[in-house]
């Protein structure tokens, strides 16, 4: 028999008539002849009123009790997904993070899943029961309650379906799947079929926000594929899997947008070994990821010019630091930027077509967008550009690479 | 150092200023030189709240669902109370029922704790620390979250006080103590500095609030001195403890009543042995649960009237089986009276005292109050009467055993 997991976002779980509804699905899921577990998160709003009252008491609450407040959300909706399931006649029986050993590190608020006790679990679907787990949670090994951040109820979804080799995970969600770009940019936006797991990691990683990264890289470890669809409409929606072969054929799978870094320029430094690795150890050490690095040489012979992006909300430390640094290692001045944005291209076919990235430049030239910088991978192109040309730079990639047209694939 | 655990309930922790009260006054209670182990129940109304979505769901929630459901309103306070005591510099640390094993049966929604490991408390508490602690809730042998009833949180306070052999169990509540009778009845009503186990046991039974009774029978089992206080000031409340000699010159401690049951008479039952089984056999197989009984002879020789009493709920359910009984055992009809209430006088005094009861009689005799049935324990007295006379009977109990007069020992 079939084994499906799901997974139900906040805004699926929102209320009682939706969660109603997620019960129905689920049981419709199951006299279709599957297997089913479910996993929830908290209705749509629990998470952030937790989190304000714990900062009502103190701005920075301790990050062990944290998570031992704001797990009760997933906790209150498997409780009803699983009363509602038991009123349709249709059995069922909810489990929280320790009682099926979700084991975690203990990285209080973003935890990582180290493994999952299947035991219970399948002996429940033996019994023809549907499992309820709760997202978002896990239990390390003292015991105490962790959460995985953010987002961190698909992780749970993809990493229960690893464990148990289910046949699919579906996670469901207010998007009925992955569009080309974003679709309230672009009206041209198109859904795709397929995405595979490199492809899905770059778009989320750029800024796409529908499945949380660590879900993807679990899933691409344990090859789980993911069923990402809308949770409002029996659509299918977009699957997330191994790269295959046909893929290939699509030079470029979407087009992705991040406005969310800032820009430093570090003029003039001299241009001798060991100067980048000091000039990135404080922030390094600062815990700030620094996104991408440019170095060039300076129009001063013997020194060089270095060009970094930062998240936003580490900016302002992010550059005190620099000019802290700069008074040791040397350097002219610092120049800064907030008004930037990340727009890039995101194609596994990009790894056996050339020519992609000029493609790329003169689709933005030909609009006037000037390119601060540039960087690559082995199946991506990210430019930087001003942030006032977000919009018009997305709209222009996408046609240019005829992102609206279905592929030879989907047409079939 | 002095062991204490406190308890407050879901007044006491109702927002989060009450909640950083609390913390104020766990610290307090630090400084001054105890080691503090804190239990709490959820903020009020929380627990309420849940149930009620639960049963916009179903009017009959899965039981095993529903306490993993109710149960993280504890969750809730714990881990405020802990983040508020960090961020007043108080080392704090939280658990739920399954992370210091409060073991129970499973009985869900009312049960019953068995053990609880006490290691990491003390290892907790040795190392300074303030061990806050889930009310409430429980976990059974195979992991499943279980919550041990309405005012369940005295329980857990008084379980794990006998588990650590504290000094003293302090429940704050939102009375100041347990008073010699409701003051909201009759305001001559006084604080009673001291209670024995058995006087509380009656006591609560027969209608007070303030602790659960289990509590108060765990208490007795362990020896655990309870202190009954306000979280809204600073006086002391009632010691609830062992039976002392002086408590014996108190005759009556408290007057109570119960308006909640109502009387079922079944007149002209054959008298037979086994005929009491046979009426009282199905009302326990539908467990409701039949307070006093009382059968006399009936006018007609070889007769029998019985008369018993249930609680409100559970009456229409009673009167039918009752009357499906009769037609099988005999009986000529059966009566019925929900305007009835229950009035009793409460003293460990009584056991060397005569002539209470007639005193007690008197006492009602001279208000015209008509008493329908009596039940003696050895240290209580309770008699049926007519419902609307409930207030005009205690007044007058409380004032023929001169309650609103300070005892001996609590003048000293």
Chains 1, 2 share one sequence.
């Not at 996670?171 to 569009?179: A, F, K, N, P, Q």
């Not at 005190?320 to 194609?347: F, M, P, R, W, Y």
Request: hydrophobic letters at 40%; a negative charge.
């Amino acid at each position: 028999m079939p084994l499906i997991v799901q997974k139900y976002g906040g805004t699926s779980v929102g209320d009682l008539q939706r969660i109603k509804n997620v019960a129905q699905r689920v049981i419709r899921t199951k006299k279709e002849g599957n297997q089913v577990v479910v996993v929830v998160s908290a209705m749509a709003g629990e998470t952030d009123k937790l989190i304000r009252m714990a900062q009502e008491i103190t701005p920075t609450p301790d990050e062990r009790e944290l998570d031992v407040l704001i797990s009760t959300g997933e906790q209150v909706s498997i409780a009803l997904l699983a009363i509602a399931l038991k009123s349709m006649g249709c059995d069922a029986k909810s489990y929280l993070g320790f009682q099926i050993k979700i084991a975690t590190d203990s990285a209080f608020g973003k935890a990582r899943i180290t493994g999952i006790e299947s035991e219970k679990i399948f002996e429940d679907l033996k019994e023809g029961r549907v499992v309820v787990v709760a997202g978002f949670q896990g239990v390390d090994e003292e015991g105490n309650i962790t959460t995985l951040g953010r987002g961190g109820s698909d992780t749970t979804a993809v990493a229960i379906a690893a464990a148990l080799k289910a046949d699919v995970c579906e996670i469901y969600t207010d998007v009925d799947g992955i569009y080309t770009t974003d679709p309230n940019i672009y009206s041209k936006a198109r859904k795709l079929s397929k995405i595979s797991y490199d492809e899905m990691l770059e778009m989320a990683s750029l800024g796409a926000k529908v499945l949380q990264i660590r879900s993807v890289e679990f899933a691409k470890k344990y090859n789980v594929p993911i069923h990402v669809r809308s949770s409002f409409n029996d659509q299918p929606g977009t699957i997330v899997c191994e790269e295959e072969e046909e893929m290939e054929r699509v030079v470029v799978s979407g087009v992705t947008y991040n406005k969310n870094e800032a820009k430093i320029e570090v003029m003039r430094v001299p241009d001798v070994p060991g100067v980048a690795a000091k000039l990135f150890k404080p922030i390094a050490e600062a815990n700030i990821v620094v996104d991408m690095i440019i170095q060039t040489s300076s129009a001063d012979k013997g020194y060089a010019d270095v060009a970094f992006t930062v998240p936003k909300p580490d900016f302002p430390k992010a550059l005190q630091i620099v000019k802290e640094t700069i008074k040791e290692i040397g350097g002219k001045e610092v120049l800064s930027d907030e008004n930037i944005a990340k727009v890039s291209i995101v194609g596994v076919g990009m790894r056996s077509h050339s020519n992609i990235a000029s493609q790329m430049f003169s689709a933005l030239a030909k609009e006037g967008i000037n390119i601060q910088m540039i960087s690559t991978s082995e199946i991506k192109i990210s430019c930087i550009i001003d942030s006032k040309y977000t919009e018009l730079a997305v709209r222009a990639l996408h046609d240019a690479f005829e992102l609206d047209k279905p592929t030879v694939t989907e047409e079939r």
